[in-house]
């Protein structure tokens, strides 16, 4: 059986986009593959984060991998900064990284341009990226157009670790998501619906209230023809919530179509808010559940046990071929 990593960051809540393009998707992946769920949240301290945030969005995103339908019998979730290993990991991926290549990287040149003082994780942390996954001789990685960029470099330094001391690192594949799971945000349907975004009105997040998704959808920016029609160029508002509107329901775009031939956006948005307010409800009810019991906390010391004794191994195995420590005789 393959293997898969992923690892979501514990910022800010999960939203409707995360959840269509990347958990719903991860639900059925576990029946397939021996899967690894990390929450990274030594990844989110690349910027400054409030402790007491941080710690309830870990607890938090957690409980809603769970909520979604990640069972803990079939899959590992657990807390990257539990593991050890996957900061003696990234030691060992920064130690055979260049300076040069690190600077490439598109995200580190967004987010440090202009700013007068930035942090040296956010140079270094796609060694610890490409530890996490190389840590679980991890076969395939299923990120977005945005992480395609890490992947690669996680795949170079792979191949050079295996050709400077020893062949014992996997080589990962790439897998972007299915076409058509890109969810846009509701205020500019140019751009992925994002939980960094500051407008508030612009995604939906998977704990929000049914008034507030309500609110969000009819203020959703659509155009002035008035017709349900689904045209990604021309059309991009309105083809976004088609999206999520078959997704959620299982309906084709082309019966929606049919189905609101005629009508104006009024019928169609309140019909989508219904669809979206039913869909998450059993994911809030069971969230709730998980908040507020013992059972959470069980499933990630496992999760914690499972990819301690398995990024352990690996650890050992790299160490053991760069000459560090002793040599057991």
């Avoid at 898969?4 to 393009?21: K, V």
């Avoid at 948005?269 to 059993?282: M, Q």
């Avoid at 959470?296 to 160490?319: F, S, Y």
Wanted: hydrophobic letters at 40%.
């Amino acid at each position: 059986m393959k293997t898969i990593f992923s690892g979501i960051q514990p910022s800010g809540t999960i939203t409707l986009g995360n959840y269509i393009g990347a958990l719903s998707q991860f639900v059925e992946l576990q029946d397939e593959y021996n899967c690894f769920f990390c929450i990274v949240d030594q990844h989110a301290i690349t910027v400054p984060q409030d402790r007491m945030v941080l710690r309830n969005n870990i607890r938090s995103l957690a409980a809603l991998y769970l909520a979604v339908g990640i069972d803990p019998n079939k899959a590992t979730l657990f807390i990257q900064s539990e593991v050890p290993a996957h900061a003696q990991g990234a030691w060992l991926m920064q130690c055979i990284s260049y300076i040069g290549e690190l600077e490439r990287m598109t995200q580190f040149k967004d987010k440090s341009t202009g700013k007068d003082a930035v942090s040296a994780a956010l140079l270094t942390y796609p060694p610890l990226m490409a530890a996490d996954i190389l840590l679980y001789s991890t076969d395939i990685v299923p990120v977005g157009e945005d992480q395609k960029q890490h992947l690669e470099l996680t795949r170079d330094l792979a191949e050079r670790f295996n050709k400077k001391y020893n062949d014992i690192l996997t080589i990962p594949e790439v897998r972007i998501p299915k076409v058509g799971a890109r969810i846009m945000s509701l205020q500019d349907p140019t751009k992925k619906m994002s939980k960094s975004d500051t407008n508030n009105k612009a995604t939906i997040t998977l704990l929000d209230e049914p008034a507030q998704i309500t609110k969000k959808i009819k203020s959703a920016v659509t155009d002035s023809e008035g017709i349900v029609k689904f045209d990604r160029e021309n059309k991009p508002g309105v083809s976004n919530l088609l999206s999520i509107y078959s997704i959620l329901s299982g309906e084709s775009i082309q019966s929606l179509e049919e189905k609101y031939e005629g009508k104006g956006y009024g019928d169609f948005k309140s019909d989508l808010a219904n669809v979206v307010v039913d869909a998450l409800k059993p994911i809030q009810e069971k969230y709730n559940e998980l908040m507020n019991s013992t059972e959470l906390d069980d499933i990630l010391d496992e999760g914690a046990a499972k990819a301690n004794k398995v990024a352990g191994k690996m650890i050992k195995k790299m160490e053991n071929a760069m000459g560090l420590g002793r040599k057991r005789r």
